[in-house]
C-alpha cells in the first residue's frame, strides 16, 4: 500500500507533467477566445500556469538532492509510469523554461495588447513553450522528437505574425526549410539508436550503451545528431533566418533567441552519454560550431544595427556553445547554454534601453601597452590556478586556455586614464572569472550523468587550431582597429562574408516569394520594429 510519501512524490510529478498539456489545452481556448475579457482570462491563466511550473521544478529539485543524499524518494520509480525522466538537466532546464516563460507571457501581454497579432500569438506562445516542456520532461525519444517537430511548426507561425512583412515571410520558409533538415536528421539519429540499441526510453537507452560497445550505428547517430543541432542552432551556412527574422514581435524574438535555438545543444547533452568518447558528430561540431563563432564574432563587432547585433552575438554564443559540446566540455556548454538564455531574454524584452545605451559616447581606450600589461599577467595566473586546479575544466586543456583567455579579455577595454587603485580592482574582478566558474561548475557538474570525456589528440588538435585562429583574428581586430587590413575586411564581414546567400537563393527559388511581393504592404507596425 502506497505511504504518503509516494502518494506525494507521484502528486507533484503529475503535476508537472499536467503543466504542459495545460498549455497545450490553453492554447485552443485562446484561439477561441470571442471576447477581450476571454483573452485577458487566458492570459492570466497562462501565466499561472507557467509560475505553477517553476514552483512544481522547485519542488522536484528538492527531491533530487534528497535522494542524492541517500534519502529514498522514490522519485525514479514514480516518474516511470508517467513517462517523465526527472533528472538534474531536466530541472534546470525546466526552471530556465518556466521563468522565461512567467517573464515573457507578462511582457508580451503589455507588448501587444489591442495589436492585430495578439490574438495570434497568444496560442502559438502556448504550443511553444508546451512542446519545450515536454521535450525536456519526456523519457521516451519519439515524444522527444514530436516535440522538436512542434517548436518549430509553431515558431513558424509566430515568424509569420505579420504576413504582409515580405521579408519577414522569406526570413520564415528560409527558416522552416532548415528546420525540416534538422527534423530528418533529427529522425534518422532516433532510428540508428534504436536499431542499435533496441529501446526508445532514455533509462533503458543509456543502460544497454553503458554495456553495449558502440557500432557504426552509434557514429552515424551522431553525425545526424550533429546535423539537427547545427540546423536548430543556426550555424553555417543555414544562419542566414536568425538574421532576417528580426521583423518579428519583441517577444518573438525574446522566446526564439533565449529558448528555442539552445535546444540544438540540450538534445546533445541529453543524449551524449549514448557515446563512447568523442565521436564524428563531436569533429563535425568542432569544425562547423568553432568557425561559425569565428565569423559572428567578427560580424557582430561590425554591425551598427543593435538588432542584427544581438542575432549574430546569438549565432556566435550558439557556435561556442556546440564547439564546447565537441570537445567534451558538458558541464560548461550546460552553463553556457542557462547564462546565454538569460541575457538574451533581458537584452531583447528590454532593448529599448539597448538601443539608448549603445548611442552614448564610447571612452577612448587606454594604451595597447597598459591594457597588455594587466591582460597579459592575469590569462597567466589563471592559467596557473588551472595547472594546479585541473579537475576544475575536466582535465580538458581547451577549456582551459577558453577560461584563461576569458580572464585576459576583460581587461582589454580598460579605458585610458583608469587610476591605480581601480586597474586593481579591475584586476581582481578579472580573476574572480575563476572562482565563479567553479561555483557553476558544482552546481552544474552533479546534473549531468558523466560529464568527464577525455579529450582525444586529434579532436584537441582540431579543436586548438579553431581556438588559435579565433584569438588571433579577434586579438587583431581588437588591437588594431585602424589597421588597414582590418578596414577592408570589415566591408566583407558586415555582410557576414556572405556565406548565408548561397543557401537563401536556394530557397527563394522554392519558396513563394511571388506572392509575398504581391502583397500590399501597410503602414509600419512600430510594435515590430525593434526585435
Known sequence: MPNVVDITVFSLLLLWLLVPISLLLMAGISARASTSESLQRAWKISRWLTASALA?????????????????????????????????????????????????????????????????????????????????????????????????????????????????????????????????????????????????????????????????????ASVALAIAALCKCAQVPMHGWLIKVMEAPTPVSALLHAGVINLGGFVWLRLFPVFDGLTLGHYLLIVIGGFTALVAVMTMLTQASVKHALAWSTCA???????????????????????HSLYKAHSFLASGRTVRASRCVRLPLASLRQRLSLALPAAALAAGVLVVWPALVSHNPLLGALLSLAVGSTLLGMPLGTAKLNRLGMFVMALALVPLYALLHSLLAPALPSAYTPLTFSAGLLGGMVLVSMVLVAGLVTLFPQAAWVARWRVHFSQGLYLALPFQRVVDAVAPIRAWRRASSPAPDLKGEWS
Open 317 to 339: 554564443q550558439m557556435g561556442f556553445m556546440l564547439f564546447e559540446i565537441g570537445v567534451g566540455a558538458y558541464t560548461l556548454a550546460l552553463a553556457h547554454l542557462l547564462a
Open 56 to 220: 512544481a521544478s522547485l519542488a522536484v529539485g528538492v527531491l533530487l538532492l534528497l535522494d542524492a543524499q541517500g534519502v529514498p524518494t522514490g522519485l525514479p520509480e514514480a516518474a516511470q509510469p508517467l513517462g517523465l525522466y526527472p533528472d538534474g538537466l531536466a530541472v534546470w532546464m525546466a526552471l530556465l523554461i518556466s521563468l522565461l516563460g512567467t517573464v515573457l507571457l507578462r511582457f508580451a501581454e503589455n507588448y501587444l495588447k489591442g495589436d492585430r497579432g495578439e490574438r495570434r500569438f497568444l496560442p502559438w506562445c502556448l504550443v511553444v513553450l508546451a512542446s519545450v516542456m515536454l521535450l525536456v520532461f519526456t523519457h521516451h525519444l519519439v515524444v522527444m522528437l514530436i516535440a522538436w517537430v512542434g517548436i518549430s511548426v509553431a515558431l513558424h507561425h509566430l515568424l509569420t505574425l505579420y504576413p504582409e512583412r515580405v521579408e519577414a515571410q522569406r526570413a520564415a520558409w528560409q527558416k522552416f526549410i532548415v528546420s525540416r533538415l534538422g527534423d530528418a536528421a533529427l529522425i534518422v539519429a532516433v532510428a540508428l539508436l534504436y536499431a542499435r540499441f533496441g529501446t526508445f526510453q532514455l533509462p533503458e537507452l543509456f543502460a544497454a550503451a553503458a554495456l553495449t560497445p558502440g557500432g557504426w550505428q552509434v557514429e552515424a
